[in-house]
């Protein structure tokens, strides 16, 4: 990280980032070690959470426009959440926490079931090289993660630039039980809740179009 990095996350971490006991791994999360979103926000609200924030333009701006919502940002890199931190600080957004883990573990053992009110995955790594299309995050499995910590009627948003991972996406929660479209047609209009971000503006560059989808939560019988 840079020096200017390094001091936000010395300075800035205590009030930012969740610390969350470890499993094996520096990213990992250890099962059991559910927090309590009242205690961390100090508040009942929504709950927004973002899977592969980056260095956080989209949920900083979020954030600022929203300040009566809860946001949590899960990212591995921590130069990006110690950029971050910069700017919500900046901006003055005290209703966003950070969590440096592996999405899926935050997921399954960090956040309790049905707490989120709205899950985002915009632009996640496309992994596009076939031999590594398998690490893809929105795949077989994810779909009954992502059920599992959305309350009933909540919304699961994502967005990528890469055609066959959009397909992929649009395949595995169309097969899931637990989840309805809420778009018609072939895909979703753009989320306007989106910051319009350069890596964005850059796909859009090179040619490459962005495609949306939302699914809804179904209620548990």
Do not use: C
Not at 173 to 184: I, V
Not at 186 to 200: C, D, Q, S
């Amino acid at each position: 990280m840079s020096e200017a990095q390094d001091r936000a996350w010395i300075e800035l971490a205590p009030q930012y980032v969740i610390e969350a006991p470890r499993d094996l791994a520096a990213t990992s999360i250890l099962p059991g070690s559910s927090i309590d979103p009242v205690a961390v926000w100090g508040r009942e609200a929504p709950l927004v959470v973002e899977i592969g924030s980056g260095q956080g333009h989209a949920i900083v701006h979020a954030a600022t426009s929203h300040p009566d919502t809860d946001f949590l940002a899960i990212e591995v890199f921590r130069a990006g959440l110690a950029r971050t931190m910069l700017d919500a600080d900046r901006a003055g957004a005290r209703n966003l926490r950070l969590v440096e883990a592996n999405a899926p573990e935050v997921l399954q053992h960090l956040l309790p079931p049905a707490s989120v009110d709205e899950l985002w995955v915009f632009f996640p790594d496309p992994w596009h090289k076939k031999k590594h299309t398998k690490r893809r995050l929105v795949a077989d499995g994810f779909a009954a993660i992502a059920a599992g910590v959305l309350k009933d009627g909540g919304v699961l948003r994502l967005a990528t630039d890469w055609e066959d991972y959009a397909l992929q996406m649009r395949v595995v929660l169309g097969a899931a039980p637990e989840f309805a479209p809420a778009f018609e047609g072939e895909w979703a209009p753009r989320f306007e809740g989106r910051v319009l971000t350069a890596f964005e503006r850059k796909g859009a560059r090179v040619g490459r179009d962005i495609r949306d989808l939302s699914y809804r939560r179904v209620a548990r019988s």
